[in-house]
């Protein structure tokens, strides 16, 4: 079994994305029902929608969308790690309207926002406040600003933090050793997991395994299997992968990881970090 933690849909009719006409090769629109033939092809069982940085004004309604999926018969969704605003005021009205049966957790994309957005006061209250909910909060972050992460982190001790796409390392660059102590320094908190998710479209072009790896075994040293929940990244993973070849890929990453680690990384995590009942 395969939970997806990091599925992205776009559905233009319904929504606005205002940051796809910078993204010609996403931008058209990406439909539940195509990505879940190839999800049950590859084994994956349960997905959790990731916001999509729609226009601030359809926030809601993305989540009214994601509930919509819900309700379908047979649907892999289990919910939407929904989009937000811990930086504005409002953020508190939104989070006690919230529909709990759909959020599950929240992401603000934060390397499209200048770095002092994560360190004002209402920001670092606001992801407090997620802590208190019991809604964990994504990172979603550049190489270069993972110590505005740690700050963030250290900030809210007692919410729950995932780490997206492995801390986004600049594959291509081969910028290994800054990104490699800053994963490091990051794991050192017991309430940061990692996600295994997106780094194909940081290698820059062709790769192979070899490629990948020695970020991966960074990531799987630093954080262990028990902090690791996995992600497609879907349609993203579309820009130097595929859906079914990024799963094979992570199949082949973890092989060295024991049947009970490998099925804690792909399933059981996720479970446990967004409250989902089996």
Not at 55 to 61: K, L, P, S, T, V
Not at 117 to 126: E, I, K, M, P, Y
Request: proline share 6%; hydrophobic share 45%; with cysteine.
């Amino acid at each position: 079994m395969i939970f997806d933690t990091h599925l992205h849909l776009v559905e233009r009719k319904r929504l606005s994305y205002p940051w796809l006409g910078d993204a010609p090769a996403l931008n058209r629109d990406w439909s539940y029902y195509d990505y879940e033939i190839t999800a049950r092809r590859v084994g994956i069982t349960d997905v959790l929608h990731m916001e999509v940085d729609v226009a601030a004004g359809d926030i809601e309604a993305e989540t009214a969308f994601v509930a919509d999926l819900m309700q379908r018969p047979g649907s892999l969704i289990r919910g939407a790690i929904a989009s937000a605003r811990p930086e504005a005021p409002g953020f508190e009205a939104w989070l006690e309207r919230a529909d709990r049966r759909v959020v599950k957790g929240v992401r603000r994309v934060l390397h499209v926002l200048p770095d002092a957005v994560s360190q004002t006061t209402l920001f670092r209250a606001n992801i407090a406040r997620l802590g208190r909910a019991g809604l964990p909060f994504d990172i979603v972050m550049l190489a270069r600003q993972l110590p505005l992460a740690q700050d963030l982190v250290d900030a809210c001790p007692d919410t729950a933090f995932v780490l997206d796409h492995c801390g986004v390392p600049d594959i291509a660059g081969g910028a290994f050793a800054p990104w490699a102590a800053q994963i490091t320094e990051l794991a050192r908190r017991p309430n940061v997991t990692l996600k295994l998710s997106g780094v194909t479209a940081y290698t820059g072009g062709p790769w192979t395994l070899d490629t990948l790896w020695p970020w991966i075994g960074h990531v799987l040293h630093a954080f262990g299997p028990g902090r690791m929940v996995w992600g497609s990244d879907s349609p993203v993973c579309t820009l130097n992968s595929g859906l079914a070849e990024w799963v094979a890929t992570s199949q082949a990453l973890l092989s060295d990881l024991s049947g009970e680690e490998r099925q804690a990384v792909l399933h059981g995590n996720a479970r446990r970090v967004w409250q989902i009942a089996a």
